[in-house]
């Protein structure tokens, strides 16, 4: 048991894959003696020596696109994209690529990458270095895409998603990798990497979150409890496939349900969860389910991110409307 | 063209030497550098090889007309080019093509009635790339150039390149064309490739059209010279001469085994053809360009070679067009007894662990299904 930042288990569940198995290697900007620009490969590129840490050159494309090649020689390339909306030059290796070669090899040829992704806002940060793509690599068919949002689930994710045999996104909520530390039991069970789960049980309403927007969905309950309401919340943790199973279960008894993320509400993922929700539980529903989300506006300037992004006010207000209906 | 400060804006170099073996007239030439002896075994082999590959290209561009395959992307003209590339191959190098390469394909035993199953659309490509060291189709320009180069550090990581081992020592070639040269990922390939000294064959053919534009809309400067820019040597080839594409191809495979890192080879041809069946190429090309170029096949060059120096008689000419036959007619009767591909398909291929989504979605498909069936 270890007290670990989100960054330092995500670094150390690097290292278990890595020593598990000598195919992993990483590949991306800056991976190797900088340890990344957020020091989650730190000193990895010492211990495991540069043929299996490589730092590439600066073109996205290039570096999705030779990890297919690594990949189909049978290594499992992890893959680092700096910033999320850097993550566009590689866009169409990830989606005609990637993510079609075992279907159109007829399950002949496996692409066993993991493509990490620090995502979301909250960091003051200039453009492109704040956004959620997830929608977007959620609606390509024959990728994985699973969000991280605390150190104890990470270290495990993060090596399941490595010994997965399918190629899996990995999303990191960049504006925690070293906000708050907690316990990392590195010989507990994982839990199954393609399931959602309960974080924190309720009975009056269910937030649905994933990533970034866990730990805010978090803050709104013990607030909402302060005021006498239940909130329910559940940690998706995989977008693809998404699993419902828990946010079905929960709408059942609570009948309401609001679902929060970073990324523009217009198509994004709460848009899926609302339609599956309404098909598949329309009788339980007391209310239609919300979404607040981030607007459909281009990541605004830093000085003005507190107003785009998801926060307690914006959450519970949500939570009160559905009790409007 | 020259700026006073900046210098000349095109490298004012001579128009580029091309690597010939056998001239368009079927003289055996020789070259200081790339200079090889051929038994007549092999070089009736290469007539063998370009003969069946012509033919096989006809004989599925006539299925394409006879509406049995959707679509077919041809190579006529392009056979030396191929047969060169693909014949000067050590069995454990490893191929990643266009979807033009059926000779390269025919040279790694793939069989011609699979490449007709991708373009009937059947599948997307069902040989096994690991049984032929033959990587499926890409269509996306340039696409596979990358994964050429990652797959060749893949090959570096396993230590399979310059140890001296002429049954271990592997490279790599990534096929593109002229048009794929203006591609991002075709340059990134070239960055990452020098960059880490990687054994792979960039293997273009030039053929001077992309769909309807020419070569000068892709570049101005002769497209091997590009390597330069990137720190590694360039050759171009007379892609039309099989001998010559053979022996340059041969010698650049062994440099890169050796470890010494990739390079560029223009193979400069001509596409006799359209871009695929659906493809006009007389609405953008004049047709002297195109006889001026049936003046140079590869084939007609070598069995002029052949015949002169009495190393092919009627009876192997004979012999070679009754084998041509024997594929154009099995290739018909096979195309047409190829099955459709299960729906299951759909959903049991997308993944290597399915997921519990598509199980629900091949579920509810097939409950719709069987519905009709019980009207029925």
Redesign the interface.
């Given at each position: 048991m270890a007290t670990m930042t989100l960054a330092k288990a995500l670094n150390a569940g690097l290292r278990k894959a890595m020593e598990d198995d000598d195919k992993v290697?990483i590949m991306g900007e800056d991976v190797g003696a900088l340890g990344g620009v957020f020091r989650i490969t730190d000193g990895l590129q010492k211990d495991f020596g540069d043929?299996r840490v490589i730092d590439?050159?600066l073109?996205e494309?290039?570096i999705?696109?030779?990890?297919?090649?690594?990949?189909?020689?049978?290594?499992r390339?992890v893959v680092e994209i700096q910033f999320d909306g850097f993550v566009y030059?590689a866009y169409?290796?990830i989606v005609?690529?990637v993510a079609k070669?075992?279907?159109?090899?007829?399950?002949?040829?496996?692409i066993?990458m993991v493509i990490r992704i620090p995502f979301g806002g909250g960091i003051g940060a200039v453009e492109h270095h704040s956004e959620s793509p997830e929608a977007q690599f959620v609606h390509t068919?024959?990728l994985?895409v699973v969000a991280c949002s605390h150190p104890a689930d990470a270290y495990a994710m993060i090596q399941q998603a490595v010994h997965?045999?399918?190629p899996v996104v990995f999303l990191e909520p960049k504006r925690l990798y070293h906000s708050t530390k907690a316990e990392v039991d590195e010989s507990a069970p994982a839990a199954p990497l393609?399931q959602s789960r309960v974080v924190r049980p309720g009975s009056d309403a269910t937030l649905v979150a994933y990533g970034p927007t866990v730990s805010t969905c978090l803050d709104a309950a013990t607030v909402a409890a302060e005021e006498g309401r239940s909130l329910e919340v559940i940690d998706l943790r995989t977008l693809?496939?998404?699993?419902l199973v828990p946010v079905i279960e929960s709408v059942r008894r609570t009948g309401r349900l609001v679902v929060v993320h970073e990324a523009h509400v217009t198509l994004g993922v709460g848009a899926e969860i609302a339609a599956r929700v309404t098909e598949t539980c329309f009788h339980s529903l007391e209310a239609p389910v919300l979404r607040v989300g981030g607007f459909d506006t281009p990541y605004p300037p830093a000085r003005i991110e507190e107003a785009f992004l998801p926060d307690l006010d914006r959450i519970l207000d949500a939570v009160d409307r559905t009790f409007g209906f | 063209m020259t700026d006073p400060v900046f210098g000349p804006a095109l490298e004012q170099a001579p128009e580029p030497e091309l690597v010939q073996l056998l001239t368009p007239e079927g003289e055996r030439v020789h070259h200081p550098g790339f200079d090889l002896d051929f038994t007549a075994d092999e070089l009736r082999g290469f007539y063998r090889d370009m003969t069946l590959v012509r033919r096989l290209d006809v004989e599925a561009t006539a299925l394409q007309r006879h509406g049995e395959l959707g679509l077919w992307a041809q190579l006529l003209g392009q056979e030396a080019a191929q047969i060169g590339a693909g014949r000067a191959l050590a069995p454990q190098d490893y191929v990643f093509p266009t979807y033009r390469e059926h000779g390269v394909a025919w040279c790694r035993g793939v069989d011609p009635v699979r490449l007709l199953a991708l373009f009937r659309g059947v599948d997307q490509g069902d040989w096994d790339p690991a049984e032929h060291n033959f990587g499926l189709y890409t269509i996306v320009i340039g696409a596979q150039t990358l994964h050429a180069t990652g797959y060749a550090m893949g090959v570096q990581r396993d230590g399979l390149v310059g140890t001296g081992d002429p049954d271990r020592d592997t490279a790599v070639v990534a096929h593109f064309g002229d048009g794929a040269s203006s591609q991002g990922d075709v340059n990134e390939a070239f960055v990452f490739a020098a960059s880490f000294n990687a054994p792979v064959v960039f293997f273009c053919q030039n053929n001077q059209w992309a769909i309807s534009e020419p070569f000068e809309r892709q570049s101005r400067i002769p497209l091997y010279r590009r390597s330069q820019g990137f720190g590694f040597p360039g050759v171009r080839v007379d892609g039309n001469d099989v001998l010559a594409t053979y022996a340059v191809t041969k010698a650049a495979l062994q440099r890169a085994r050796d470890g010494q890192g990739p390079i560029l080879i223009e193979a400069y041809t001509y596409r006799m053809g359209a871009h695929t069946t659906t493809d006009d190429p007389t609405r953008y090309r004049l047709s002297d360009d195109v006889e001026h170029w049936k003046l140079k096949d590869p084939i007609a060059r070598l069995e002029v070679y052949l015949r002169r120096n009495g190393m092919a008689d009627d009876a192997f000419l004979a012999e070679v067009a009754a084998e041509a036959d024997a594929l154009g007619e099995r290739m018909r009767r096979e195309c047409h007894a190829l099955p459709d591909p299960s729906t299951h398909d759909l959903w049991d291929l997308v993944h290597a662990e399915k997921t519990p989504e598509l199980a629900a979605q091949q579920a509810e498909y097939d409950a719709h299904a069987a519905s009709f069936e019980e009207v029925h």
């Open positions: 290697v043929a590439t050159p073109a494309s290039g999705v696109g030779t990890a297919v090649g690594l990949a189909m020689r049978g290594y390339p030059p169409d290796q005609c690529q070669i075992h279907y159109r090899s007829r399950g002949k040829v496996r066993p068919p024959g994985k997965a045999d399918d393609w693809s496939p998404l699993d | -």
